[in-house]
């Protein structure tokens, strides 16, 4: 049964740079179907797409973010990770990973596992 | 203000359906991008409960369906039970924003 654990501090400082890793196991993170995500959700409020990556290190962003989010892929590691930079208190949300399944084109894709989620708190 | 809109909340009772809809535009919904349906029950995270406008995964009763049409999509529930209550939300794919995934605000269920 595949699992993805976020992992990273729970409180980051304004300006600073929100660092997770999602470690997935019980399948492995280069397979060519999938892609592998982050979904936020600050407390109380819905969901927000954040963006991307595939195994080869291709990402996609919400264009919302572009400027501020970096997702890269250690494949060695079964890992991926997400930096955000600049954070203010607007950033204090659950972060989630997951798996983006390809289910034939890029329209297609839908997030098939979850992780459990991590509060962040961007408070001084 | 979420570019798929759905209503914040629903109710119904017991045994009862309930549909929830997810209104998009011409740049993800009605240009046929696939719809997907999640459900988060309290303190958990999202489950997949819809994929491809209208099939369920492995494990998810048949009391849940998915249809599409147009620029919106529904999800409907019959036989409500009391731990269907739930947020739900709905997902697409956006041509206006390059590569990039949105969901809906997200519906309440109550069970009556």
């Known amino acids: 049964q595949l699992q993805l654990q976020e992992s990273g501090p729970g409180l980051v400082k304004p300006s600073e740079t929100l660092s997770l890793t999602c470690t997935v196991s019980?399948?492995?993170?280069?397979?060519?179907?999938?892609?592998w995500g982050w979904v936020r959700q600050p407390p109380g409020k819905g969901l927000e797409w954040m963006g991307s990556i595939y195994y080869s290190g291709s990402t996609f962003y919400n264009p919302s973010l572009k400027s501020r989010l970096t997702i890269s892929v250690d494949t060695s590691k079964n890992k991926f990770s997400l930096k955000l930079s600049s954070v203010t208190a607007a950033d204090t949300a659950v972060y989630h990973c997951?798996?983006?399944?390809?289910?034939?084109?890029?329209?297609?894709?839908?997030?098939?596992?979850w992780g459990q989620g991590t509060l962040v708190t961007v408070s001084s | 203000q979420s570019v798929l809109t759905q209503p914040p909340s629903v109710s119904g009772a017991a045994g009862q359906r309930v549909t929830i809809s997810c209104t998009g535009s011409n740049s993800n919904i009605g240009a046929g991008y696939d719809v997907h349906w999640y459900q988060q029950l309290p303190g958990t995270a999202p489950k997949l409960l819809i994929y491809g406008n209208n099939n369920r995964p492995s494990g998810v009763p048949d009391r849940f369906s998915g249809s599409k049409s147009g620029t919106s999509a529904s999800l409907a529930i019959t036989g409500l039970q009391a731990d269907d209550e739930a947020d739900y939300y709905c997902q697409s794919y956006d041509s206006s924003l390059t590569g990039s995934r949105v969901f809906g605000g997200g519906t309440k269920l109550t069970v009556l």
């Open positions: 997951a798996r983006l399944y390809d289910n034939g084109g890029y329209w297609r894709r839908y997030l098939d596992y």
């Open positions: 019980g399948g492995s993170i280069s397979s060519s179907s999938y892609y």
